[in-house]
């Protein structure tokens, strides 16, 4: 049986997301690699995009340079533009018309109110360099100076040429072409995308062009363009800073004191996806049983607002076998714990639920000791001085603590001619170097686990919670950010 192909002569339109029953008759469902752009299927990367004759019919103007050729109608009488029409209505040659779809192009008084706008892009022949425009209606304006794009549009270099136009997830890609440079200048990508989210814990915010005037918000919500790289951390450029520091801990890092390096490098992740190169390494030798603390400086009115998460590597050698322990997420958003009063460093107390009901004596002497959970060997002890009476929960210590004690079996004692044992646990003390203990407010049963925590000016993000303790990834933090 021989095979048969089926020939398609004209194909209207490409409708997608639909029933069966409410696609035309002269239109598809599916585009593999094509799209049909006047009356012609031209090859194309992907499905291509949402497309139909009654799209440019905004551009049926009477009266205006687009004129219309009677002797070019389909069969139910609707309209088709030749390039030489919109090339004069331009006043260059274009190199593609370019249906724009994104949902907040809705509402956008530059736009035509239904989701999409049409955006003329022209290479200039000699130089290279991009000019976008799109059609408002009666005329064709500058995309970035009308006020549909926030951000000015930036000097973009592409080969003169049949260029790639990616439309995917509502994000607008016009690639440069088989070109590295042209005339001396670099060869890049237009991103264009709607950006409307809050940044560095939600200290950095998006709003409208009147909340920002007002101070309400930080900068404008809308439609950005960037350069389609996704570029690494340059930390000698971009103002990152990184402080690299250590700190004491309980643990037993590097126990024989000898010098212990470790290097480190970074990435970037953009709109979420994207996760650049590793930046150039840094490095940290450690002290006996210490542990990082890095520290990052985002200039904030200077933030590329694609970067949505910073990545930390670490590695035993300076140029192989990075592996990721830290994702700082720029664009985290809680509704748990922001800050409360009353909040001191687990270094200097002990908080121990279960003590609440003991009857202290502010004459008798008490020590309190903590060990690891199953552990045989000797309690590590600290004085105490509570008041008299019951509800006693939170304990301060005579001497600063060095270890890391959540939830570690702990004693309580007091003296009488030697050191009597009134109570413990097998578990239930939080102290130490990962813990902040909150002094006037019980933060109640909830687990405040992936909540942030700002105190006193840092941002920390909390591991887990019990009651009045608050556990955090103490290991990396960023100072929060300040209105530029």
């Keep these: 049986m021989s ?3 089926l020939k398609i002569t004209h194909v209207k339109g490409l409708v997608t997301h639909a029933d069966p029953q409410d696609i035309p008759v002269d239109a598809v469902s599916r585009l593999a690699n094509l799209r049909p752009v006047n009356g012609k299927l031209v090859r194309t990367f992907g499905y291509g995009q949402n497309f139909s004759r009654d799209r440019l019919a905004v551009l049926r103007q009477e009266g205006k340079s687009v004129y219309w050729d009677d002797s070019k109608v389909w069969d139910d009488g609707d309209y088709w533009l030749d390039n030489t029409d919109i090339d004069e209505s331009l006043g260059d040659p274009f190199d593609h018309v370019i249906v724009f779809e994104n949902r907040n192009l809705g509402y956008c008084p530059y736009a035509t109110g239904e989701g999409y706008v049409i955006i003329a892009y022209l290479v200039d022949t000699d130089t290279g360099l991009v000019t976008l425009k799109y059609w408002d209606g009666d005329s064709w304006e500058l995309l970035a ?3 549909l794009m926030v951000n000015a549009l930036g000097s973009y270099y592409h080969h003169k040429g049949n260029n790639p136009v990616i439309l995917h997830n509502e994000i607008l890609r016009i690639l440069p072409g088989a070109t ?3 005339n001396g200048n670099n060869a890049e990508g237009i991103w264009i995308g709607y950006i409307d989210r809050d940044i560095f814990d939600e200290h950095y915010t998006a709003g409208t062009s009147e909340e920002v005037s007002e101070e309400t918000a930080d900068y404008v919500k809308g439609f950005y363009n960037y350069s389609n790289s996704v570029p690494a951390p340059d930390i000698s450029a971009s103002g990152l800073d990184p402080v690299l520091t250590d700190e004491p801990t309980g643990g037993s890092l590097n126990p024989d004191g000898n010098e212990l390096v470790y290097f480190y490098r970074l990435s970037y992740v953009y709109d979420g996806v994207n996760e650049s190169a590793l930046s150039e390494t840094l490095s940290k030798s450690f002290k006996q049983n210490t542990f990082l603390k890095m520290a990052l ?10 970067i949505t998460a910073v990545k930390i590597y670490r590695s035993s050698y300076a140029d192989a076998g990075f592996q990721q ?3 700082l997420d720029l664009t985290r958003k809680t509704d748990k714990l922001k800050s409360v009063d009353g909040m001191a460093s ?8 279960g003590l609440a009901y003991y009857n202290f004596d502010n004459t008798e002497s008490y020590r309190i000791g903590v060990r690891v959970p199953g552990d045989t060997g000797a309690f590590t002890y600290n004085a105490i001085s509570p008041p008299s009476g019951t509800g006693n929960v939170i304990f301060v210590t005579s001497s600063t603590l060095s270890g890391d004690y959540w939830d570690y079996e702990w004693i309580l004692e007091y003296y009488d001619a030697s050191w009597v044992p009134i109570d413990s646990g097998t578990s239930g003390v939080f ?5 902040f203990i909150s002094t006037e407010v019980d933060l109640g049963n909830e687990n405040q686990a992936g909540g942030i925590l700002y105190w006193p000016s840092i941002a920390y993000e909390i591991k887990e919670s019990v009651n009045r303790a608050i556990r955090i990834y103490i290991a990396i933090h960023i100072p929060i950010p300040t209105r530029p």
């Design 3 to 5: 095979n048969q192909v």
């Design 145 to 147: 100076s009308t006020g």
């Design 180 to 182: 590295g440079k042209i």
């Design 297 to 306: 400086t985002f200039t904030k009115a200077e933030h590329n607002k694609r």
């Design 325 to 327: 322990i830290h994702t």
């Design 346 to 353: 687990g270094l200097s107390r002990f908080y121990i639920p």
């Design 431 to 435: 102290a130490g170097t990962h813990t």
